[in-house]
């Protein structure tokens, strides 16, 4: 369990958005820890282009180590958040 912060909060609004446009359903929704293992559709080529349409709402780029790495939802806000805090 991790808390959230306001901000963080917001960041996970916009990465919801950026996951229901991504996979055409508006029902969806993500939490922290939402995995892709949740998703029926979220395979690797999905996570490809979930990591590019999140690298444009945030107008950011992810090292390939960090999505490789990355576990659940709640390790992207981090690292969105992490770099909005710099």
Same mark, same amino acid.
């Given at each position: 369990f ?20 991504v996979?055409?359903?508006d ?5 922290? @820890? ?6 029926? @559709?979220?395979?690797?080529l ?9 690298e ?12 490789a790495?990355?576990k ?15």
């Open positions: 991790r808390s959230s912060t306001m901000r963080d909060d917001k960041i996970l609004q916009r990465v919801n958005d950026v996951f229901q446009d996979f055409d359903d029902s969806l929704y993500v939490d922290y @820890d939402t995995t892709s293992d949740d998703i029926d @559709d979220w395979d690797s999905e996570h490809i282009t979930l990591m590019e349409e999140i444009k709402e945030f107008g950011m780029h992810f090292k390939t180590s960090e999505i790495n990355m659940n939802v709640g390790e992207t806000i981090d690292i969105i958040a992490k770099r909005a805090r710099k």
